[in-house]
């Protein structure tokens, strides 16, 4: 107890004790008013803490997947063809999924017919397609010239949006874009890219099935997509890229998710480019979730 309190005269260590005694009640009322006052905000930590535990594996996921691609030996080094890996971090299962970007569409250089191909693929028809295909224009064009369902800056009044009127800068912004709605926006976004030409042409043997229906005109059931199909699906395997360096300069989407089976579950979308420097081996371009 002297470790605790100054020594003090005999006759004030009584004193002492009741004050001290006196402070650690009205300590414990204090703490059990604000317990009481916050207990509505116990389940919102526990939230919180349980997406942290989330998104801590999810980031040991992509730092994992970030190695794979920079590994030295080709036979070591994981496929850039959308394939899923599943991981375990702490009790998380941890999947990463791996997307060339050079597989996708570049959504700034398709034409309006390849734009319309894609939406009728993931399965737009009618007039949600062409409301889809004239508000997407109108975003990207750079007049106020309203098409026919179009949308242009006085159809976005009150929504804190406008038209780019320019090309797109990052892929979650077509959920901006009136017509495209979020089911919609879930089934293109993995096939456009925003990067594409940085690091090469197309490429089929990595592509994105919707995206490859697109690019070669034949539509979901022509033999190449079915064949992608098969490859993702695990049925076939797939062609490996190679080169002793394959990635330097490639830009690649590393999409993770962390589930922990119990309804908590958390996904990123990281862009990822390989820069071949030591000191500085890659570079984040852009980070979705």
Known sequence: MNERFPARA?????????AALAAMVAFS???????????????????EGERAKLEAAADAGLARAIAGLDAGDAAS????????????????????????ERGKLPVNLISEDQFRALLEDAGASG???????????????????????GAEAGDYA????????GPVRTPDELMSVAGIDS????KIAPSLTVFFGESGGFSPTTADPLALAVISGGGMNSP????????????RPAIEIGEDKPLTGRIVTV???ADDGSNGRFTRRTFVELTGNDSEPFWIRWVQG
Do not use: K
């Open 10 to 18: 005999r006759n004030d260590e009584g004193y002492a004790l009741i």
């Open 29 to 47: 009322l204090l703490a059990f008013e604000v317990l009481a006052a916050t207990r509505g905000n116990i389940a919102q930590a526990g939230a």
């Open 77 to 100: 080094r994981w496929a850039i063809d959308g394939r899923t890996r599943t991981l375990s971090v702490d009790g998380i299962a941890v999947t990463v999924r791996i997307e060339d």
């Open 127 to 149: 007039d949600r397609l062409a409301h889809a295909v004239d508000t997407f224009e109108d975003w990207i064009d750079d007049d106020d010239d309203r098409r026919t369902l």
């Open 158 to 165: 009150g929504t804190g949006v406008a038209p780019r009127n």
């Open 183 to 186: 089911a919609l926006y879930r």
């Open 224 to 235: 190449q997509v079915l064949e992608r199909q098969r490859e993702l699906a695990g049925e």
């Open 255 to 257: 999409a993770v998710t």
